[in-house]
């Protein structure tokens, strides 16, 4: 199974400030028509988890472009520019490339 | 409005069986792959099982294999899971997404499984 891993656990983050995820996967997830299925989530407090980023880096439709993604291979990355209060939660990755689909264990922003 | 309904959670015993169904409004569902997710209590997120769009594929993750079986009725936009031989460590939020990717998601459906 593909292992996908998260860092860091936790992060405290400023209002206004960047804030950075990084994901790493244990084997390439390149698919076989080329396109790389590296998806990013968001888990607010109580509610289901949404999609916020597919294929790496296309942003989902009504997600703020605070929030981006990039990375290739194994190697991946969420930004969000400037954290706002409505971004607390956690964050998680998934790769839809192998099967099974596996998940990071997630991220969890929080506000200083 | 593109949304997904879960139903079917509730308590069970240990070795029992249960059925989630999940219903889905403002897209045909028949169009797309769908999948079941689940979260156990304060504990990140873990695919259990995914159904291409005419069901003649399944997938499943290893800790449910034998024992769960995901299924879809097209005509009612259903999708199903179908949980046997249930252990205390099924017992979380259920989750449909719809396809591979898991774009949109449900409001979950709660499984207790405990004597």
């Known amino acids: 199974d593909v292992v996908m891993t998260q860092s860091p656990l936790s992060l405290p983050v400023t209002l206004g400030q960047p804030a950075s995820i990084s994901c790493r996967s244990s084997?390439?997830?390149?698919?076989?028509?080329?396109?790389?299925?590296l998806n990013w989530f968001q888990q607010r407090p109580g509610q289901s988890p949404r999609r916020l980023i597919n294929?790496?880096?296309n942003r989902d439709s009504g997600v703020p472009d605070r929030f981006s993604g990039s990375g290739s291979g194994t190697d991946f990355t969420l930004k969000i520019s400037r954290v706002e209060a409505e971004d607390v939660g956690v964050y998680y990755c998934m790769q839809g490339t192998h099967w099974p689909l596996t998940f990071g264990g997630g991220t969890k922003v929080e506000i200083k | 409005e593109v949304q997904l309904v879960e139903s079917g959670g509730g308590l069970v015993q240990p070795g029992g069986s249960l059925r989630l169904s999940c219903t889905a409004s403002?897209?045909?569902?028949?169009?797309?792959?769908m999948s079941w997710v689940r979260q156990a209590p304060g504990k990140g997120l873990e695919w259990v099982a995914n159904i291409n769009q005419d069901g003649s594929q399944r997938f499943y993750v290893d800790s449910v294999k034998g024992r769960f079986t995901i299924s879809r009725d097209n005509a009612k936009n259903s999708l199903y899971l179908q949980m046997n031989s249930l252990r205390a460590e099924d017992t979380a939020v259920y989750y449909c997404?719809?396809?591979?990717?898991?774009?949109?998601w449900g409001q979950g459906t709660m499984v207790t499984v405990s004597s």
């Open positions: 403002g897209f045909t569902s028949s169009n797309f792959q």
């Open positions: 084997q390439s997830l390149v698919y076989s028509d080329g396109n790389t299925y």
């Open positions: 997404a719809r396809d591979r990717q898991c774009y949109i």
């Open positions: 294929k790496v880096s």
